[in-house]
């Protein structure tokens, strides 16, 4: 039986006895709280090293989360004094990472953050500001690509946006190893989360995705395409204090990109049809890809993700995805909000939205119709209540009138 619904927000209440611990799914907020200056931190676990997880202890989601059975949980505070030291530290060896191949000099190694097939990217400590940062260093990259690296970071690093991940920092270790460093927010991203708490409120994916739209947006009008929108690129900070947010990472850098031969499957996951045939990248490249992340976010899964690079690729070329009802019923999501993110997926280029803009404006109509119900209901209420002391006003003006001839009869 489905929770009772707020009628002043329209989300399900908390059922009784249960302590919300995430924002992923919607529930009424209407009587909780507001502390957005509390300080919210993802803790570190001292034996593995790896960040934690809450609410999932001894469950391997990913290889850089804890899955010990009893979390040895530090706190990893957002900022520390330089006569401060951490906790926890990490071991470079034990990712494979040296000297040679981290600014060691600069940077304090606390946590991995992410290990794929071509970087390695680490939570440290600022030494400098006390900060965190995350340090992404390249494991492989041709030569042709390191010598426009610096400037294609430049490029890159202009873009300041509350959705964007900033670039802080970055260099060339012994002329060979490229390494990035970007601000660091707590959160996990949208694989971790969905490997956990499954797919989210068709209302809370709506707001990542619009969210995601406002970075790219915003890059575009910088002249800086992302080319390589995913789920491990899109953070979710559950601060359960606030209002979540959102933050876009990883703004792939194109000449650096056309030299990277992919290995992974997981990298081909969301893939845009265009590059997977060769044809110009673009905006509309763009909503492809933005159209995946939609796909996972209302079924739990990419919309290829079977065999290898190559089978993946093709699919992207040549295939048109599982209609996403098949895949993930659910009867109190929107259909037109299914139909919107399929047509992002079209293999013709002419058919998706022509733009992030466009398809902004599609996405921005659902929570428009959520406050349109929401404001429907309290003018009800309104009208009910007007009516209400219109008939005590009403009663009460009839027993006067009785009271007056009563008394006048006497």
Known sequence: MPNPICQDCLKPFVPEGVKPSTQWVSFCRCLRPYAPNSQFSIDLCAACKKRIFAG????????DICACETPAATKCPTYIKQNENDAVTLDLGTVGLDDNSFPAE????????GDGSRAVTILARDRQRGTKVAVKCFKRMNPAAVKTFDQEVRKNKQLTH????????????????????????????????????GVPSFDVAVKILLAVGEAIQYAQKQNVLHRDVKATNIVFVDDMNSEPSVLLMDFAMPKVKETDELTDPKDAFYLSSDET???????????????????????????????????????HSLKLPPRISNIKFDASRPKDLEETIERC??????????????????????PRREQMQIASIRAAKKRKKLIQVGIVALIALVLGFVGFLAYGAH
Do not use: W
Not at 163 to 171: A, L, P, R, T
Not at 280 to 286: G, L, R, V
């Open 56 to 63: 999932a202890p001894g469950r391997t989601i990913a290889p």
């Open 277 to 315: 045939r060769n044809m110009d990248y673009n905006e509309k490249s763009e909503v492809y890809s933005v159209g995946c992340v939609g796909y996972a976010l209302l079924t739990g899964r990419p919309p290829f993700m079977d065999g290898s690079v190559r089978e993946i690729k093709n699919s």
């Open 106 to 113: 600069r940077y304090v190694p606390l946590s991995v953050l």
């Open 162 to 197: 509350t959705n964007i991940s900033k670039i802080v920092d970055h260099g060339i270790l012994n002329n060979t190893t490229p390494y990035l460093v970007t601000e660091y927010k707590d959160g996990f991203n949208l694989e971790q989360y969905l490997a956990i708490h």
């Open 345 to 366: 997926l079209e293999k013709d280029p002419n058919v998706r939205f022509e733009s992030i803009a466009k398809l902004m404006e599609r996405l921005e109509v659902f």
